[in-house]
T-cell receptor, first 117, second 112 residues
Framework: EAGVAQSPRYKIIEKRQSVAFWCNPISGHATLYWYQQILGQGPKLLIQFQNNGVVDDSQLPKDRFSAERLKGVDSTLKIQPAKLEDSAVYLC???????????????FGPGTRLLVL | GESVGLHLPTLSVQEGDNSIINCAYSNSASDYFIWYKQESGKGPQFIIDIRSNMDKRQGQRVTVLLNKTVKHLSLQIAATQPGDSAVYFCAENPKSSYKLIFGSGTRLLVRP
């Protein structure tokens, strides 16, 4: 089966600019996650969707970050305006079951590497 | 390719030797644990998981040990191969939560 797809793979922008990332989860996966991974650290959950509803966005900096999953399939994550500290890898993951509990294996995409200058 | 984690703890092993990667988790309420492998330029890849009602689980060439008393998790890789070179993360799932909380990672280098 095809894995989680993400684009673009790399993005370089200047601070205060806007950027958007796209994710296509594994077909049929109800749950989609966006993570931020700063160099040298483990991934940190930003937002979790179940179908097209938000389950948890408690760690999403809502003053500048937004995400949507309108049709319960693809998702976009946007940063506006970007700051230097947003430089990181943005990972998308999906899992098959929609219920609570992380015991459904999360499959990760390759990530988008963002550099903010 | 880009390095994942330039300042991570590093374990260097000889090809063919066994590797042991350790992880201390923080939440005593966590009841599910996962090891992920992340190669340079790629997303994390699931390796093996274990629930808190177990203290050992084996996969193909990998074994995970869980010591709940001291909140310690380890990943053992038998007959380490060059393809095992990567950054390894443990992740914990607090009970009744849907979040995975990742540790900071360990870089494994396999010497030929």
């Amino acid at each position: 089966e095809a894995g989680v797809a993400q684009s673009p793979r790399y993005k370089i922008i200047e601070k205060r600019q806007s950027v958007a990332f796209w994710c296509n989860p594994i077909s049929g996966h109800a749950t989609l996650y966006w993570y931020q991974q700063i160099l040298g650290q483990g991934p940190k959950l930003l937002i979790q969707f179940q179908n097209n509803g938000v389950v948890d966005d408690s760690q999403l900096p809502k003053d500048r970050f937004s995400a949507e999953r309108l049709k319960g399939v693809d998702s976009t994550l946007k940063i506006q305006p970007a700051k230097l500290e947003d430089s990181a890898v943005y990972l998308c993951a999906s899992s098959s079951l929609g219920g609570q509990g992380a015991e459904e294996t999360q499959y990760f995409g390759p990530g988008t590497r963002l550099l903010v200058l | 390719g880009e390095s994942v984690g330039l300042h991570l703890p590093t374990l260097s092993v000889q090809e063919g030797d066994n590797s042991i990667i350790n992880c201390a988790y923080s939440n005593s309420a966590s009841d599910y644990f996962i090891w992920y492998k992340q190669e340079s330029g790629k997303g994390p890849q699931f390796i093996i998981d274990i629930r808190s009602n177990m203290d050992k689980r084996q996969g193909q060439r990998v074994t995970v040990l869980l010591n709940k008393t001291v909140k310690h998790l380890s990943l053992q890789i038998a007959a380490t191969q060059p393809g095992d070179s990567a950054v390894y993360f443990c992740a914990e799932n607090p009970k009744s939560s849907y979040k995975l909380i990742f540790g900071s990672g360990t870089r494994l280098l396999v010497r030929p």
